[in-house]
């Protein structure tokens, strides 16, 4: 026949030729020549590419047959396809798998069926890809109407598959319900839109093996009936059931393949407290579980695998319950599948021979060719993925107690990418999130106010997974009455709102109570329902009637109350924390107790002992007082605490430069972060003020004058602009007081008096108020008639126009300063004239013109014309003037300089007392000022059971430096009255004084001459001439009616020594002196002085008359010396002529 020529070009075609399922590898043809070519072959052609999947495989989760038995659950297989398409699949392709007959793909009743399309990561030209996950909205799988063993996936998402790269395709089947010996091929197709084909390949499928009972307990026993899902949770009760339908027998072995990402072994690998679980019904208490194997399992980390090897002899029976548990711990999340499967299998030794069964899902390679008995997988629980990192908590500085506004931070990682967040706090209630406000600082969160109020929070953000997200809330409510804060945390995406509700959409993750561990304690309030800072004068308004009504001030101490009441209890142990600083506790005081009650029945009494709260003082370290509880302080009960403290310094209120709050914190010990209870330091900041350095100063101060006052002030760093002087009492203001205001005051006018009627006067200052030190300031203000018994002055420094006290000082005051040596002296003998004298001192000097102001007591009807008005130290006087029957006036016709002055004028007591019995002298000048006073001296008491007088002093000499005999007593004007009629009037002694530089010159008793034989001495001692400027007479009268003085005068005379000069007060003294005071007389300021005659002097070569014989002293020296009285009256006589030629004798 024909022949193929050389070198000649040739078409061969072959009909009836059918394309392999896949293309295959290496894709070549070649053209071989039969003998007669001498062998001729052609080169390799490379063979068309068939439109086919390539490096495809088949990986299912389980390979045991379906379960057939009525009730069972049908066991969901998921089917990795691994492919690489040789067409690129566009929006709108389909993939198309059919299945083996036997198989089905799971599916709802509307043909939607699960679908996950990855693909995976690749490299290119250097550059690693990280692959491509489709979402599952952008992927449509559909069972076949009709026929399960079909799906198609349609591609939503403009994304294409392409070629040349690894894709992932998870289908979930239901597996033949009958056994295989064989694996029977799946088929995988690609379509284009419009159902063009594109590349189509069959895959090697897998065995179907018998099916074991494998099944899991994994109860909550916190929620009976629910399962542990949550994300890394201990699965505390989580046991393994196990039943095989075929005989263990030794060779064989079990292999359990555990989900990534559970943990079940320890650091080293092995299983975490096997334990073997029994039917404890069956058992008997105490019994100890023992297992069916003699074996315990090994764990392997890193396969995630638990494996029993079957060393028992004889074999465990058929369908014998296995049950055992292990420590598990969740993973973080819900794994894709295939992942999220477990598997049991039960193996067979190995035969030695290859076995061609498919791929099995993480099946080792050492197990591929055993033999499987059976097996069984279930998909495992859906783990609801827990935040991680989660730490809620209050923002510090800011406020902590129960119910205040404040802001908290909350923090975590995510498991999972998410759109917002929902925050709601579980416990305690009420908080309120209606007015937060999120952080300012972090734009790109919204808080979703359609959802947020009441004890919720939604806040989108982005939610990145394995990133900490942090949310920052502002201005919430706290919740009620503190406690553990348990928190709830959920993170949503797809959330929206709908006809004005809120959809969440989908949660990704969650962290349920968060509690202990994550969240914060809420401190408890500390409510104070009463605060008070008093000091010294506080405490005692009736003894500081000015300074108590003022505020308490800077840098002084000072006592604080509180009662106050916790909503969370304080322990036994637990501290009380008090502080506000700059103020410096000290420990001098300190109470706790219960507060007192509002009310008490009539049969009630309060018993503060009762009340104490028991305690201990820590410390007082860095301002703060701390205090240990020895008894707990019970919830929502009011206690009162009071303890004592240093107020800060002006300084120290400046450095702080906010308002200065206490704070009350209980703190448990030990320390944690947060007080038990707080008040977040909310109180009222107490006022305190300024203490400013005070004088006042006066050159003198009379009594009711009208005085200059210099006023030296400090203040301290706030500048006020009005000061209010307040005087002491009975002190006064005129309606221009200002003399001098220096450089910083206008004016002074009085100002409201005190509530205790001290007088005030405002001073006005420049317009920028006063600083530093104010000098050249002086104010007039009229004297009291005498010293209050308060002589503090004080001031305060206000803000005229908010009335606010800056600051108040005090000054020890001025002195009133009574005229000097004032005396008066009368016998205060009702209806009988008698004299007055007055003494005094005075350190002014008064221009002729001034006059003296006398002030009686009432009906005293005083005398001074003529020779009722005595001069005895007085410049020249332009006579006396009466102004009623208590007042009169001298004037002065000379000018009287500063020294010792004495007068007298004359006055006829009252029958009585009067109610008034005081005396006031008063010098003014020319002016009408009052230049010196003596106010409201007190009276003498009037006798009015005596009626004496004085009788006239009489002297025989009155020449310097020589000795004269004086005579001077009084007149009896009636007897005295006798011990009936008047106990308290009677007359025991007589002092006589003289005036000051006269001496006596008695040396014996006969010395001293007693001109009336009718006065009775005492038997022995009668005279003491002990003391040179005095005489004591001792009477001895009060025994009887005819023991008293009877009508008439009585008269002493005895020699003087009159000295040179004469005293400026030229005045004797005749006393009568009292019994009933055991000491007697020796001054006649003395109590038992009762009556007291003043007598002027005479002057320097005076006249006067001649003197008497004298009468003896007495009965008894009368008869002693009768024999001798004419030598006596010629010695007197003798003595007289040896004084001078001016002697007269009468």
């Not at 063993?149 to 790269?165: A, E, F, N």
């Not at 308002?659 to 703190?667: D, M, Q």
């Not at 001025?814 to 009988?832: C, D, F, K, R, S």
Request: glycine share 6%; with cysteine.
């Amino acid at each position: 026949g024909a022949k193929l020529a050389a070198s000649s070009l040739y078409v061969v075609r072959i009909g009836n030729f059918t394309n392999p399922l896949k293309t295959p590898s290496p894709n070549q043809w070649n053209i071989e020549l039969s003998a007669g070519f001498d062998g001729e072959a052609s080169e390799p052609i490379e063979g068309m590419p068939l439109w086919a999947f390539t490096q495809t495989s088949l990986t299912p989760v389980a390979t045991a047959r379906d379960q057939t038995l009525a009730g069972e659950v049908r066991t969901r297989n998921p089917l990795r396809f691994v492919f690489r398409p040789y067409n690129n699949i566009p929006q709108e392709g389909e993939l198309r798998a059919a299945a083996p007959s036997g198989f089905q793909f799971a599916h709802l009743a509307s043909r939607e069926c699960d679908v996950q399309l990855r693909e995976l990561p690749y490299v290119e030209l250097g550059v690693n890809y990280p692959g491509y996950e489709w979402p599952t909205d952008m992927l449509v799988c559909l069972a076949d109407e009709g026929d399960s063993s079909k799906v198609s996936v349609r591609l939503r998402d403009t994304r294409p598959v392409q070629k040349g790269l690894e894709y992932e395709l998870i289908l979930i089947a239901y597996n033949a319900r009958v056994e295989s010996t064989e694996a029977a091929d799946w088929v995988l197709q690609s379509y284009l839109p419009g159902n063009l084909p594109l590349d189509e390949s069959r895959i090697f499928g897998f065995v179907v093996n018998n099916v074991m009972e494998f099944k899991y307990v994994n109860s909550d026993p916190s929620n009976p009936g629910e399962e542990v899902r949550n994300g890394k949770a201990l699965l505390p009760e989580f046991n393994l059931r196990l039943q095989f339908p075929d005989v263990l027998t030794a060779g064989d072995k079990i292999v359990i393949i555990v989900p990534e990402d559970f943990i079940f072994t320890d650091f080293a690998g092995s299983c975490v407290n096997f334990r073997w679980v029994c039917d404890e019904t069956l058992m008997v208490a105490g019994e100890e579980c023992i297992g069916p194997l003699s074996m315990p399992p090994i764990c392997n980390k890193t396969l995630q695998t638990i494996t029993f090897l079957i060393n028992d002899f004889p074999p465990i029976p058929q369908e014998t319950l296995i049950s055992f548990g292990l420590d598990f711990i969740n993973p973080a999340r819900t794994m894709d599948l295939p992942e999220n499967s477990w598997r049991c299998t039960h193996y067979g030794p190995s035969t030695g021979t290859i076995l061609n069964r498919g791929l099995r899902y993480r099946e080792e390679s050492v197990d591929a060719n055993l033999p499987i008995y059976s097996s069984k997988a279930f998909t495992s629980w859906d783990i609801i993925p827990q935040m991680e990192n989660v730490l809620v908590d209050i923002i510090r500085p800011g406020n902590l107690a129960a119910g205040s506004i404040s802001a908290i931070e909350i923090q975590f990682k995510a498991v999972n990418d998410a759109e917002d967040i929902a925050i709601q706090f579980v416990a305690p209630d009420n908080f309120e999130f209606g007015g937060a406000k999120l952080d300012p600082a972090v734009p790109e969160q919204e808080l979703l106010i359609p959802d947020s109020g009441g004890g919720l929070a939604r806040v989108r953000t982005v939610v990145t997974a394995g990133l900490v997200t942090k949310i920052v809330l502002r201005n919430v409510r706290l919740g009620a009455e503190g406690g553990q804060t348990v928190v709830k945390l959920t993170s949503w995406t797809g959330g929206m709102l709908q006809n004005g509700v809120w959809n969440p959409g989908e949660k990704k993750d969650e962290r349920l109570n968060c509690g202990t561990m994550c969240s914060f304690t809420l401190p408890g309030l500390v409510d104070i329902s009463y605060e008070k800072l008093q000091n010294q004068y506080h405490q005692n308004p009736d003894l500081y009637p000015v300074q108590s009504r003022w505020e308490a001030q800077m840098g002084r101490p000072a006592q604080i109350q509180f009662l106050f009441a916790c909503t969370q209890a304080v322990k036994i142990g637990h501290e009380l924390w008090i502080h506000g600083k700059p103020y410096q506790p000290t420990m001098q005081l300190f109470t706790l107790a219960e507060a007192p009650p509002l009310s008490l029945a009539d049969d009630e009494a309060d018993d503060p002992a009762s009340r104490a709260v028991q305690y201990r003082i820590k410390d007082v370290l860095d301002k703060t007082l701390k205090i240990i509880a020895d008894q707990p302080l019970a919830a929502y009960t009011i206690y009162q605490v009071v303890f004592s403290v240093i107020a800060p310094t002006a300084q120290e209120v400046e450095e702080k430069g906010e308002p200065i709050t206490w704070s009350l914190e209980t703190w448990a010990y030990p320390y944690g972060e947060l007080p038990t209870n707080t008040n977040d330091g909310e109180t009222r900041e107490f006022p305190i003020v300024e203490e400013y350095s005070f004088q006042v100063l006066s050159a003198r101060a009379p009594p009711i004058a009208e005085v200059e006052v210099a006023l030296a002030l400090t203040v301290g760093i706030q500048k006020p602009t009005t000061l209010i002087v307040v005087a002491p009492l009975l002190f006064n203001f005129s309606s221009d007081c200002l003399v001098s205001g220096g450089s910083q005051i206008l004016s002074c006018s009085p100002s409201t008096p005190m509530p205790d009627g001290r007088k005030t006067a405002a001073l006005a200052t420049v317009d920028q108020g006063i600083s530093g030190s104010l000098q050249g300031v002086i104010i007039k203000v009229q004297t009291p008639a005498m010293a209050p018994l308060s002589k503090a002055w004080f001031i305060e420094g206000r803000n005229i126009f908010t009335d606010a006290q800056y600051g108040w000082g005090e000054a020890e005051g001025i002195e009133i300063e009574q005229m000097a040596e004032i005396a008066v002296t009368y016998p205060g003998i009702p209806a009988v004239l008698a004299r007055m004298v007055w003494r005094f001192k005075t350190q002014v000097l008064i221009e002729s013109g001034g006059w003296l102001h006398m002030e009686l007591p009432e009906d005293f009807n005083p005398q001074c014309s003529g020779t009722y008005l005595e001069p005895i130290a007085l410049p020249a006087t332009g006579g006396c003037r009466i102004l009623d029957s208590q007042t009169l006036v001298i004037y002065l016709n000379a000018t009287m300089v500063p020294g010792e002055y004495a007068f007298g004028i004359h006055v006829t007591p009252p029958t009585f007392a009067p109610l008034r019995n005081e005396l006031t002298l008063i010098l003014y000048d020319r002016h009408g000022n009052v230049r010196d006073a003596a106010v409201d001296l007190p009276g003498l008491d009037i006798q009015d059971k005596l009626k004496i007088q004085e009788s006239h002093l009489q002297w025989t000499s009155s020449k310097p430096l020589r000795s004269s005999v004086v005579t001077l007593g009084f007149e009896a004007v009636e007897p005295l009255p006798d011990l009936v009629v008047a106990p308290v009037q009677q007359i025991s002694e007589i002092l006589i004084t003289f005036p000051v530089g006269f001496t006596h010159l008695i040396d014996e008793e006969h010395d001293f001459t007693v001109l009336n034989e009718d006065m009775p001495f005492k038997e022995y001692g009668w005279l003491d001439f002990m003391q040179k400027d005095r005489l004591r007479v001792m009477l001895n009268l009060n025994q009887s009616a005819w023991m008293t003085l009877k009508t008439g005068v009585y008269q002493f005379r005895f020699p003087v020594l009159i000295p040179s000069p004469l005293p400026i007060f030229n005045v004797w003294y005749v006393a009568l002196c009292s019994p009933n005071y055991p000491e007697g007389c020796n001054r006649i300021t003395d109590p038992a002085v009762m009556v007291v005659f003043p007598i002027p002097g005479f002057k320097l070569n005076q006249e006067y008359g001649t003197l008497g014989v004298g009468i003896a002293a007495s009965a008894a020296h009368r008869r002693a010396q009768a024999f001798c009285n004419w030598s006596l009256g010629l010695g007197l006589l003798l003595v007289a002529l040896s004084s001078g030629p001016s002697l007269s004798l009468r």
